[in-house]
């Protein structure tokens, strides 16, 4: 009889009974190419899932499939092509650095796990990575989306995306996710460190920007706590800090469509801030763990571009959390917080009482 259902893997015998847990770090995706096919394939696949446009299908199958698939690629390739590394994308360059940074720090920590990276949209697969950790055994999944603050565009598609794949396994892992991390604390600390590294380095400028990808406002109204998280982050990040309520300002980016999105808008405020005086403007995204096109071809390009056109001397951009330690240390925590009781060797471990130690069993026959 054909099974509904994916074959199970083949896990050895003597494999113990849910194995070490997995955890899955997930990004958005990007083009496999700063070409225009590969961005095509990309922005197809993304941009059809209906929680990141909710238009109407009718409506928007044939924008998507028409104007955005044909102009769009060809128009930003270059935008892609002037942030590429020798690695591939950025977004997936430093993606794979943080996983790999994540797996060294849990092993320094003594906290078994193993480590894998996904992507919501395009490759690595996140329906591969999950199945590449049951074939090593892991019977217990976390998933920890790269996303710190929540937003049904892009952390519940992640949630959407796994309870889709499991939906199609026999013996599902049993699964945890990471919803937000906004006011977390070793992630402001972090933050708050990579600005100040920045101070130091090339002086204070004369305002900050925090930057966050932007979101249509329609959304926002009808109950996506984004803009409400990226306001805890930014207060958090300005307290650690020290800044006063004039020397910052929250901004969005990224604008996409013609619906009026969350504001103000990043680049209209860096050039009315040059209008208004302001010399040196440093720039933060914390919304973006990794760097990415719309941090760096964007922000650090684009809006410096638009800074020292309106008078202003520099807009300098203040990198991504990438696979700097502290921000690396701070999600071993993070993870390790969310492991609990699953993670052998953890400091939050709770041993089941499936597997007491030879030592426990005596103790408990006494
Ligand atoms: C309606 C469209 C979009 C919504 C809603 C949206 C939300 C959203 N996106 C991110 C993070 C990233 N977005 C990136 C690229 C990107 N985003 C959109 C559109 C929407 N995003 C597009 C069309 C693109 C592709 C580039 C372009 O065509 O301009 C990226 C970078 C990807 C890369 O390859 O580097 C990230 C990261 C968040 C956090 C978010 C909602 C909170
Ligand atoms: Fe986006
Ligand atoms: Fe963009």
Known sequence: MRSRFLPEPEVPAHAPLRGVPG??????GTPSAPEPAAIRRFLREF????????LPRWLWWPILNGPVAWLRPRRIQHNYAS????????LLVHSLAQRDALQARLRERGVAAEVVLAMRYGEPALAGAIDGLRARGCGRILVLPLYPQYSAS???TVVDAVAAHLARLRNQPETRFVLRYSE?????????ESVRAHWRSQGRGGHLLMSYHGLPKASVALGDPYHAECEATSRHLARALGLADDAWTMTFQSRFGA??????YTEPTARALAGQGVRTLDVVCPGFAADCLETLEEVAQGCARTFRDAGGQALRYIPALNAEPAWI????TLAERNLLGWAPGSSHDVRTSHDPTPEE????QD
């Open 23 to 28: 955890i899955v770090l997930v990004n958005l």
């Open 47 to 54: 941009l059809s899932d209906p929680r990141v446009v909710e």
């Open 83 to 90: 942030v590429w590394l020798p690695g591939g994308s950025p």
């Open 154 to 156: 892009t952390t519940a």
């Open 329 to 332: 240390d701070a999600l071993a």
């Open 361 to 364: 069993d005596r103790r408990e």
């Open 259 to 264: 619906a009026e999105w969350l504001q103000p």
């Open 184 to 192: 977390d604390a070793g992630y402001i600390a972090a933050l708050a």
